[in-house]
């Protein structure tokens, strides 16, 4: 017979009865429920109201209303916050957890979150918020996840502005938000200062407390702090971390146990600005039309040993962060920019990737090793490409660009998706402002590292999978049947198809592209090729690189800043027995894969896909807001550019040569209709049938430039070249909160418009 839950007492509950009540519930356990267990009516809810106070005050129960737990105790039943990952796993602390707890919040972890139909879902990232069940056992609280719950703290950070009467306000810096919250509770934050905030109540009437001032929003480099707070990138490293590292540093090279490759003149090819070196190449002539080669790939996995601090903090961040004004590192600089760091002339540890490459540029004879290394030159880009344009080129450069020729022959019989993603470049003065903006060049000196890198990387993966070793995939699937449709109904609108039933190769996108002459259509292709393909990530099953074209991929080439490519030099070190001698003192001996690695590397791969999604968010966030600073002096010119995407509400427009996108909001159109074609991606007038399209080039005003969300808006203009007037001739709103605009206009809301004040006008002055 199933056993059967005591009936509680009726009436109102005393203390001990609370308590328990709240320790064992199987769901959160706020006033409603209490008064519920206990039959509580009228007069009785009041008394309990009181009771709960006085239990808050004397510091029994937290003094939450909406769900109670015991001052040190966790509930059956509650909502836990990510506060980090650990070894791949998510580590959680209950989310109302008080303040005045005289003790701090126990740590969770978290197990699976199982998705729909007990697939796995999305890894837990730091900030989440998971409804769980929670189970105390011998080796600490465990958390069995019940439903992952929407972002508190999205949009939490902005700008305190005062309305005409005094009151604050907090003004986002997300482009995201529309909306500007109340502030409740300053915490001695000043009027237009960058701050940090979290929910006040359940409500949003309740409005935000500051819990952290961060400063000038507008002073130099502050943009980036702006995303480091905003997605939680961790950029503080522990004491003991730096002191682990510093230990770390000290580590003798062995010239016993690895090869010697000091006299090679291998020569790194970096950006001009570059501070860590992860690679280094050479190639030489084999008299047979091919070349024998060599990668050298910094030996991280030597220094940074698992288990220890330092791997754990690496795989915590799980990358590098680059932004315009500073890089946030995955290893402390005395590694990441130093020891580990391949620098011209000085004796380095290096994990080497030898092979062959035959006249039909294909690679063979693949073999590796560990080695000391010795870094003839480091180059820029743009000094080597130069060299070999001026036709008399050093002999190790004509080697390299000879042995790159073989390489991407070899390329183009792949065919691997080719699309110009032109990539913008933020450059800055001494004094953080900014001097230039512009689209980064492709070079040749590019490619012939980039194809050198993918060489090395197809090996890694083919070299583990020959040992039967573990390995972390760089995973790219080809496009789901959902996607190819889609963009087959968007073809089909330009008189174009895609059959389906054939094998989707990257060349078909490649001849699609080929075929199509007409500059602006050919963006209007690419812009629905690129949308039709998959996220990349890392993972221990193989599902190929369709992009690459590529049947086994994975990331050897950069473990100074990827955490992924120093799993792959953990397990080459295991596979083909390239451990070094055993470190004296208290650093880990292996260099190799740990147990634990081996047992939940899906677990890590899911948590470093994450990093590096959140890492290219927050560089994107970055160099958004540093494009609207730029341009927030020439509000009011009229730009040549190219439409992007386009809702119902409007469209996307970025500048040509620039970039930056900025909204066209349907409403600026004048006063004819507009239909949304989602098929065509189109707006077509319904009296005049202009229309819109993704890739179309035209001329639009900018409207507004806002540096703190990185928003641009843009008009259309007539013949003239003048600002068409928006439909009904009705102002934009510039706030977009409930209630009555503030009587005076903060500096930094929504919609501000104009330039701040450290950003040097570079444009033509406006007459």
Known sequence: MANRKTPRPQGLPTKKQVLEFIQTSDTPAGKREIARAFGLKGQEKIALKKLLKDMAEEGLIDGRKTAYHLMGGV??????????????????????????????????????????????????????????????????????????????????????????????????????????????????????????????????????????????????????????????????????????????????????????????????????????????????????????????????????????????????????????????????????????????????????????????????????????????????????????????????????????????????????????????????????????????????????????????????????????????????????????IALRDYMATMGKKLALGQVVTPGLFNRMLKDVTDESEKAQVMEAVLRSQMQAYYGPSNAGHFGLSLGSYAHFTSPIRRYADLLVHRALVDAYKLEQPKPPGSLPDSTGLSDKDRKSLQEVADAISQTERRAMEAERDTIDRYVAAWLSGRVGENFDTRITGVQGFGFFATIVGLGGDGLVPVSTLGAEHFRHDEAAQTLVGEQTGTTYAAGDRLTLQLAEANPLTGALKFVPVDEDGNAIEARGNRPAARYGRPGKPPRKAGKFQVGKRGRPGNIRHQGRKRK
């Open 75 to 484: 509930p059956k039943v509650t909502v836990l916050r990510v506060v980090e990952i650990e070894d791949g796993e998510a580590i959680a602390v209950p989310d109302n957890w008080s303040p005045d707890a005289p003790d701090k919040p126990p740590r969770l972890t978290v197990r699976e979150l199982k998705g729909r139909g007990g697939k796995r879902a999305a890894a837990l990232k730091r900030g989440d918020r998971v409804l769980s069940r929670t189970e105390e056992t011998e080796r600490g609280w465990v958390a069995y996840p019940i439903k992952k719950l929407p972002a508190r703290t999205e949009g939490l950070m902005g700008v305190v502005e005062l309305d005409g009467s005094g009151k604050p306000w907090l003004a986002p810096v997300d482009k995201r938000i529309r909306r500007s919250t109340p502030i409740s509770d300053l915490g001695g934050a000043e009027e237009g200062q960058l701050v940090l905030a979290e929910q006040a109540g359940r409500s949003e009437r309740a409005g935000v407390r500051v819990v952290e001032v961060i400063g000038d929003p507008l002073a130099p480099k502050s943009f980036s702090l702006i995303a480091i707070a905003k997605h939680g990138i961790p950029h503080v490293f522990p004491e003991g971390v730096h002191e682990e590292s510093q230990r770390a540093a000290d580590l003798k090279l062995s010239d016993k146990h690895r090869e010697d490759l000091r006299d090679l003149p291998i020569v790194a090819i970096d950006p001009a600005d570059a501070r860590d070196h992860d690679d280094a190449i050479w190639a030489e002539p084999d008299g047979k039309g091919g070349f024998d080669a060599k990668v050298a790939i910094a030996d991280v996995s030597f220094y940074v040993r698992p288990g220890s601090a330092l791997d754990k903090e690496a795989r915590k961040r799980g990358n590098s962060v680059y932004f315009p004004d500073r890089v946030v590192p995955m290893l402390p600089e005395i590694l990441s920019a130093d020891v580990c760091s391949l620098r011209e002339g000085e004796d380095r540890a290096a994990m080497v990737c030898h092979f062959h490459i035959d006249a039909e540029g294909k690679v063979g004879n693949v073999r590796f090793s560990r080695a000391l290394v010795r870094i003839a030159h480091v180059i820029p880009y743009e000094e080597a490409q130069a060299a070999v344009d001026e036709g008399d080129p050093p002999q190790f450069l004509t080697n390299l660009w000879g042995a790159w020729q073989l390489l991407a022959k070899a390329r183009a019989a792949r065919d691997p998706l080719e699309l110009e993603l032109p990539e913008r470049r933020v450059v800055l003065n001494e004094e953080g402002q900014i001097a230039e903006i512009a689209v980064r060049e492709r070079l040749d000196a590019h490619r012939v590292v980039e194809d050198f890198m993918i060489a090395a990387n197809v090996a890694a993966a083919k070299a583990l999978e020959a040992k039967t070793s573990p390995v972390v995939y760089r995973v790219h699937e080809p496009p789901s049947r959902d996607k190819l």
